[in-house]
């Protein structure tokens, strides 16, 4: 059973168009993790984010988190081909046993 | 590239058969994770190991094992194979357990159940 839900499963955009994506539960998390995963690859970490109500931004993707903690969000601005994949959302105590969602796919064509 | 190598990186094998998956964590991590993405379940946590040391398990079955050992290298054991085990396995790594420690994924094992 997923415990975090994204959405939308799928994303297609064009150059220069402005996505978010989001990542919501029912439970409380001390912390969710935004990774990107392309084809071939495994997931690469993008940030971290702990306080309830915390944004952070890493050049143009801004990364939200809920005030309850339950949810979370990333908007992409102005988006680039490089930023097709797949993108995935990840919650838990011990930073090991994350629970992942299943993912946001995103696709970014010129 | 993350520093965290696995391998076979493609294998195909017959169902009732076993095989091995085998990671080498990143230099100077001490934990290692092992992972499983499918289509239909997405990414699921197996095992965690710190120095040696079983120290969390998820949706890990029982046809399934793992191991780290003196040399931090990890394997996971896969065995009596079915057709719904084809799926990536990842194989990840961090410096210690716990708040604040980054997770780095390997490239993954696709393993192919015929």
């Known amino acids: 059973t997923q415990l975090l839900e994204q959405s939308p499963q799928f994303l297609s955009i064009q150059e220069g168009e402005n996505l978010t994506v989001y990542c919501n539960s029912s439970?409380?998390?001390?912390?969710l993790q935004w990774y990107r995963q392309e084809p071939g690859e495994g997931p690469v970490l993008l940030v971290t984010?702990?306080?309830?109500?915390e944004v952070k931004k890493l050049k143009r993707l801004t990364f939200q988190f809920g005030d309850a903690r339950k949810d979370s969000s990333l908007h992409i601005t102005a988006a680039q081909p490089g930023d097709t994949g797949l993108y995935l959302c990840a919650g838990g105590g011990s930073w090991g046993k994350l629970q992942f969602g299943a993912g946001t796919q995103v696709v970014v064509t010129p | 590239d993350s520093g965290v190598t696995q391998t076979p990186k493609h294998l195909i094998t017959a169902t009732g058969q076993r095989v091995t998956l085998r990671c080498s964590p990143r230099?100077?991590?001490?934990?290692v994770y092992w992972y499983q993405q499918s289509l239909d379940q997405g990414l699921q946590f197996l095992i965690q190991y710190y120095n040696g040391e079983e120290r969390a398990k998820g949706n890990i079955l029982e046809r399934f094992s793992a191991q780290q050992f003196p040399d931090l290298h990890s394997e996971l054991n896969l065995s009596s194979l079915e057709l719904g085990d084809s799926a990536l396995y990842f194989c990840a790594s961090s410096v210690a357990t716990g708040t604040g420690n980054t997770i780095y994924f390997g490239e993954g094992s696709w393993l192919t159940v015929v």
């Open positions: 984010v702990v306080t309830g109500g």
């Open positions: 439970s409380v998390f001390s912390s």
């Open positions: 230099s100077g991590d001490l934990s």
